[in-house]
């Protein structure tokens, strides 16, 4: 029995992908203006500003998020940290996908936490700013 239906994966991809492609030049030019040497301190900040809606903007239709987030700037954080964390999900569903059954009873506490170690530690290479998204950074 697998842990992960493959269709929860695709789904993952298409709404990394809907994400990724959701921005225009325009917007992806002021985000990267915005985003660009930011102390940590004030990425936190930006982070923790938008956190609450983040959930709903991920679930959103793509039409929903433009007619409920109107504010320019706050839509570009908003947007910026959901693609993040859309990213991080996807990564930790491939590494789940890839789990064995029948790990046994100290395996899979293992397996677990090697899963959280890599998700958390990979240096992503795919951004929001790149001109595509390959995926070649979830294998």
Not at 2 to 18: D, F, H, R, V, W
Not at 42 to 48: H, M, N, S, V
Not at 71 to 76: A, C, F, G, I, S
Request: proline share 4%; charged share 30%.
């Amino acid at each position: 029995m697998a842990i992960l239906n493959k269709k929860y994966l695709g789904a993952a991809s298409m709404m990394l992908t809907e994400l990724f492609n959701d921005i225009t030049p325009d917007e992806k030019q002021q985000m990267k203006l915005l985003f660009n040497d930011l102390s940590p301190e004030l990425y936190e900040k930006y982070r923790l500003e938008v956190h609450s809606d983040i959930l709903a903007y991920i679930i959103a239709e793509p039409g929903e998020r433009t007619a409920r987030w109107n504010d320019p700037e706050y839509k570009l954080k908003l947007h910026y940290f959901s693609f993040l964390y859309v990213q991080r999900g996807y990564l930790f569903m491939t590494r789940l996908f890839k789990m064995p059954d029948r790990n046994g009873i100290r395996r899979v506490p293992a397996f677990f936490a090697m899963l959280a170690e890599n998700v958390c530690f990979t240096k992503l290479k795919d951004s929001i700013f790149n001109d595509e998204l390959t995926f070649e950074d979830y294998k």
